[in-house]
């Protein structure tokens, strides 16, 4: 069974700067597209960013992609969320999901970010 955990989480200030990771186990990591989810006031996930095998990435939009960037190392089982220029809307529960077409996927418990002066 693959488990993720994402870490990095925390509170920042508008403006800051934040690292997330997400850590994999067992040997699937390389096979796996990665997307950052995170959960919006109606209780739903939504996409962040997302990178595929190949290392092909894409962003929410245009706000998301030019503040926040989306990496893996397979060598490590990790991927990783860097964001910046943080604004209080981003407060928000982030979660890690392994996916592949055709397949539930898996996800990790979640990493609280709140941005707040």
């Known amino acids: 069974q693959v488990q993720l955990v994402e870490s990095g989480g925390g509170a920042v200030q508008p403006g800051g700067s934040m690292r997330l990771s997400c850590a994999a186990s067992g040997n699937i990591f390389s096979d796996y597209a990665v997307a950052w989810y995170r959960q919006t006031p109606a209780n739903q996930r939504e996409l962040v960013a997302h990178i595929g095998t190949d290392g092909s990435t894409l962003y929410k939009d245009s706000s998301i992609k030019s503040r926040f960037t989306i990496s893996r190392d397979n060598a490590k089982n990790a991927a990783f969320l860097e964001m910046t220029n943080l604004m209080p809307g981003d407060t928000s529960v982030y979660y890690c999901?392994?996916?592949?077409?055709?397949?539930?996927?898996?996800w990790g418990q979640g990493t609280q970010v709140t941005i707040s002066s």
């Open positions: 999901h392994l996916e592949r077409s055709g397949e539930p996927g898996y």
